[in-house]
């Protein structure tokens, strides 16, 4: 492996979010698959589209255990905002929408990561709870089921909105980005620039990991 990488992520985090990911978007596909005639030609691959529905509900529930393991394993990275470094870096947009001279440095996630994270977590209960009384309606009054099933709807038009700017940004939109989800190793220049404020953090703690180095390094140490 390269020389002077950092490691940003751990297997089991990057293995937390691919099963997020991978859960995620089968749900929107099977999902569109039963809702729309025209997406509905899905469920003839599969054998109809009773088998798309049970695909749809399994998939949910590799969905539920990769969202409680996600909420568990970021909520204090990324669910909970840092004042007053936040709040700077949102007057300024993070320098996504308007010139920034300098943008705020922040900790690990920054406010926008922390509101999809957030969006993510609250969406993906709603999807789980909607879901789940669809899934037994016997369970509750039908007046009362009735009502999941354009809130399942609502949840899945801001997770899919939500995704599409996540994959921009967590791709093209900022490069160099892809290998903290792939391998878990940075370039340090490419974290110097995104993620200022934790690379000084992990120097500080003498946290740090990089590659080719025997030992956890501290400028501090
Ligand atoms: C398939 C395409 C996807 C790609 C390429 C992708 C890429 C990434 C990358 C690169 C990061 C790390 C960002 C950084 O620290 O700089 C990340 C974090 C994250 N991803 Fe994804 N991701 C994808 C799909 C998803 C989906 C479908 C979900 C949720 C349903 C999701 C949820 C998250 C969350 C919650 C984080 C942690 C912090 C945050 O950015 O809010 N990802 N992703």
Same mark, same amino acid.
């Given at each position: 492996?390269?020389?002077?990488?950092?490691?940003? +992520?751990?297997?089991?985090?990057?293995? *937390?979010?691919?099963?997020?990911?991978?859960? $995620?978007?089968?749900? $929107?596909?099977?999902?569109?698959?039963?809702?729309?005639?025209?997406?509905?030609?899905?469920?003839?691959?599969?054998?109809?589209?009773?088998?798309?529905?049970?695909?749809?509900?399994?998939?949910?529930?590799?969905?539920?255990?990769?969202?409680?393991?996600?909420?568990?394993?970021?909520?204090?990275?990324?669910?909970?905002?840092?004042?007053?470094?936040?709040?700077?870096?949102?007057? +300024?947009?993070?320098?996504?929408?308007?010139? *920034?001279?300098? *943008?705020?440095?922040?900790?690990?996630?920054?406010?926008?990561?922390?509101?999809?994270?957030?969006?993510?977590?609250? $969406?993906?209960?709603?999807?789980?709870? +909607?879901?789940?009384?669809?899934?037994?309606?016997?369970?509750?009054?039908?007046?009362?089921?009735?009502?999941?099933?354009?809130?399942?709807?609502?949840?899945? #038009?801001?997770?899919?909105?939500?995704?599409?700017?996540?994959?921009?940004?967590?791709?093209?939109?900022?490069?160099?980005?892809?290998?903290?989800?792939?391998?878990?190793?940075?370039?340090?220049?490419?974290?110097?620039?995104?993620?200022?404020?934790?690379?000084?953090?992990?120097?500080?703690?003498? +946290?740090?990991? #990089?590659?080719?180095?025997?030992?956890?390094?501290?400028?501090?140490?």
């Amino acid at each position: 492996m390269q020389k002077g990488l950092i490691q940003v +992520t751990d297997s089991y985090e990057r293995i *937390v979010h691919w099963m997020l990911a991978i859960s $995620c978007l089968c749900l $929107c596909v099977t999902g569109l698959g039963m809702m729309f005639q025209s997406f509905n030609f899905l469920g003839i691959i599969v054998g109809g589209l009773k088998n798309l529905k049970l695909i749809h509900n399994f998939t949910g529930l590799i969905f539920a255990a990769s969202l409680i393991l996600a909420i568990r394993m970021w909520w204090k990275e990324a669910g909970v905002f840092v004042f007053p470094e936040d709040l700077d870096w949102i007057k +300024t947009a993070g320098g996504y929408l308007w010139h *920034v001279d300098k *943008v705020p440095e922040t900790g690990k996630y920054n406010p926008g990561q922390k509101l999809f994270f957030l969006t993510v977590a609250a $969406c993906g209960v709603l999807m789980l709870i +909607t879901g789940l009384i669809m899934w037994f309606p016997e369970a509750l009054p039908t007046s009362l089921v009735r009502w999941m099933y354009p809130l399942h709807a609502l949840g899945f #038009v801001v997770i899919f909105a939500f995704f599409f700017v996540h994959l921009y940004l967590g791709t093209i939109g900022n490069p160099g980005t892809v290998p903290a989800m792939l391998t878990g190793w940075m370039d340090r220049a490419v974290l110097k620039k995104q993620h200022p404020g934790w690379l000084k953090e992990m120097e500080h703690n003498g +946290t740090l990991i #990089v590659s080719g180095e025997e030992k956890k390094t501290s400028h501090h140490a």
